[in-house]
């Protein structure tokens, strides 16, 4: 036996996660100059990153020699205000991804088990099975959540049920209602993560009043981050909003600066900036539409989507999706297949600027005449 044999099953079998396909990679392939590239492939912010944001950031550097802030005190004391909740109900965490890993390491171990959506964020059986956890993923109704059936698989060794709203890839939004009584049927021993990481986006109607509920449901954690609406991918900030014992848990196990000075800086000012916000949720508005005339234009069908992208499907069956994601490729556009997703047929795009959606849309027509 060699080293790497002793490492667990569970630990061996794990698929790596695929990222979007950075520019600079694409723009080695096919030996075009980055600037020719635009990548749609991640739900990044196309207008980059708040002013005010950069700004901090900036005023940090001259600090990094030191060690952050482990306490996130002030983002904490920022977050805390906005959101009406105990600066001890809040957990910080290197993007909202670690928040997921901590939800894990915490509550989960070998023989326990997790529930999921088909079809839901990659990052849920990633976390679960590094832990030698099982992942139970529940069949999606027409691409979203089927939270009653949710709650019907939850066994007695069931430990958390992760709930994306709107989910990453297909977009697909759970009522408030429907979750509340979610919330309402599930066993308080099993914690639900609700990953908002797309809040932001949605319009006001159809915003769940999900932090009040922190109040009556002591198992919940809800998530949310930095790297989408407020454009701070690449500094990597998001966090929890939970039960002041479960945060307390949470806090036990985390790297104890897992969120760095830079990012710490960049998230308080970003929270200020209303018109960056603002700003950011209305391009994304008017590209989704868009993106659906177009895709409505060229007779291709999408899934509704309430996120910052969108997931469509190419005709024929699926040798198909891969022809025509290279296509974009060739022609300089990069967007996101869905195989790991169990949707062989679709590739996701991210919601850009006007002239990149346009962009996107004219490359889709031609990698779709391509196939006949
Ligand atoms: C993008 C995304 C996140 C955010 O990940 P970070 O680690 O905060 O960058 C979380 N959940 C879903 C469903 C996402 O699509």
Not at 18 to 24: H, N, V, Y
Not at 42 to 51: A, D, F, Q, R, V
Request: net charge negative; aromatic share 10%.
């Amino acid at each position: 036996m060699n080293l790497c044999d002793f490492a667990p099953e569970y630990i061996r079998s794990i698929q790596p996660y695929q990222p979007g396909k950075p520019i600079s990679e694409l723009a080695r392939e096919i030996g075009l100059d980055e600037s020719y590239i635009i990548k749609l492939a991640s739900n990044e912010n196309p207008l980059g990153t708040s002013p005010l944001a950069l700004d901090a950031m900036i005023n940090t550097l001259h600090d990094i020699a030191l060690y952050p802030d482990g306490s996130g005190y002030e983002l904490k004391a920022a977050l805390s205000k906005r959101y009406g909740v105990d600066p001890a109900q809040i957990i910080l965490g290197n993007g909202s991804n670690d928040v997921l890993d901590l939800a894990a390491r915490v509550f989960l171990k070998p023989g326990a088990a997790a529930v999921y959506s088909q079809h839901a964020f990659a990052v849920y059986p990633l976390v679960v099975q590094m832990i030698g956890a099982n992942g139970i993923a529940v069949p999606a109704r027409d691409y979203g959540h089927d939270l009653p059936a949710m709650l019907d698989a939850i066994t007695p060794e069931t430990r958390i049920v992760f709930i994306a709203s709107p989910n990453n890839p297909t977009g697909t939004l759970s009522g408030e209602d429907e979750l509340f009584r979610f919330m309402e049927r599930v066993s308080r021993d099993v914690l639900v993560v609700m990953d908002e990481a797309y809040y932001e986006y949605l319009p006001e109607a159809n915003k769940p009043d999900s932090i009040k509920w922190l109040k009556q449901f002591s198992n919940l954690l809800i998530t949310r981050t930095f790297s989408k609406v407020y454009g701070l991918a690449g500094v990597r900030v998001g966090f929890g909003l939970t039960h002041p014992d479960v945060a307390n848990l949470m806090n036990r196990v985390r790297q104890p600066f897992n969120v760095s000075s830079i990012g710490l800086a960049g998230a308080l000012a970003a929270l200020q900036d209303a018109e960056f916000v603002q700003k950011s949720y209305a391009l994304n508005r008017a590209g989704m539409l868009q993106l659906t005339d177009g895709f409505r234009k060229m007779g291709v069908e999408y899934i509704p989507s309430y996120g910052n992208f969108i997931s469509f499907r190419v005709k024929g069956d699926a040798a198909n999706t891969p022809k025509v994601y290279q296509s974009l490729l060739r022609q300089g556009v990069i967007v996101r297949p869905l195989g790991i997703y169990e949707m062989p047929n679709h590739l996701r795009v991210t919601v850009g600027l006007e002239s990149q959606n346009k962009r996107f849309l004219e490359s889709l027509e031609q990698a779709l005449s391509e196939l006949n």
